[in-house]
């Protein structure tokens, strides 16, 4: 029963492939984030989600095309994988409003 | 825009002892959150602690707390009694109330070690 799961865990992939990362949450919230965590831990927000709806797209390269299905899902689809998305891509949920984020457990995805 | 600023990129601790990571942020909003999330190797993140910005009491959750200052946009986290299992990356983030450009703005982080 984990809050905030996301697959996979861990994604090794060449140059130039197209990739997707799944993220659910159980929590029952209204609003899901994708954040990207570079090399040096910084935390970035890529996009952001409420009630199916993108509200926050924070200029990231149109070959990262996020999908919501419904309020428990956003996925997240790369295309043409560059050696530049190496990093952890984290998946988080919040109630709408002034609450903390529960994060998913990271994918760490290796460009090759 | 908000930022989040933390100095200091590295921390070290002696086991058992006090240790006070900073955070100051950049806001033009009066209501806001705060928190602090730890990140241990794992890489899960864990919330620590959170603060409203309307409370002028500090938070505290069991042996952390935070010393909020609103009018100098600090929001240091003390450690009390430091475990070996407090090493980890802690964060400061922000997060407006009330808007519809809604996310969680990070700092770049603290790196805390534990000496045993």
């Known amino acids: 029963d984990t809050a905030v ?48 709806e993108l509200i926050i797209n924070e200029t990231v390269p149109n070959r990262f095309s996020p999908k919501s ?23 988080a949920s919040s109630r709408w409003g002034p609450t903390e984020a529960f994060f998913g457990q990271g994918t760490r995805l290796t460009v090759v | 825009a908000q930022t989040v600023t933390q100095s200091q990129p590295e921390m070290s601790v002696q086991e058992a002892e006090t240790v006070t990571l900073s955070c100051t942020y950049d806001t033009s909003e009066s209501d806001y959150y705060l928190f602090w999330y730890k990140q241990p190797p794992s890489r899960q993140m864990i ?42 990356m802690y964060f400061c983030a922000y ?17 805390l070690s534990v000496i045993p």
């Open chain 2, 47 to 88: 919330l620590v602690i959170r603060q409203e910005a309307y409370k002028q009491q500090n938070a505290t959750e069991n042996r952390f707390s935070v010393n909020f200052q609103k009018a100098a946009k600090s929001f240091s986290l003390k450690i009390s009694d430091s475990q070996l299992g407090d090493a980890a």
């Open chain 1, 5 to 52: 799961s996301q697959t996979p865990k861990y994604l090794v992939t060449q140059m130039g492939n197209d990739k997707s990362i799944k993220c659910e949450q159980n929590l029952g919230h209204d609003t899901m984030y994708w954040y990207k965590q570079d090399s040096k831990k910084f935390l970035k927000i890529m996009f952001s989600y409420n009630n199916k």
């Open chain 1, 69 to 91: 299905p419904d309020k428990a899902h956003l996925n997240l689809h790369i295309n043409s994988l560059e050696l530049g998305d190496s990093a952890v891509y984290f998946c």
């Open chain 2, 95 to 111: 997060r407006s109330v009330g808007t519809s450009y809604d996310k969680v703005i990070f700092g770049p982080g603290t790196s």
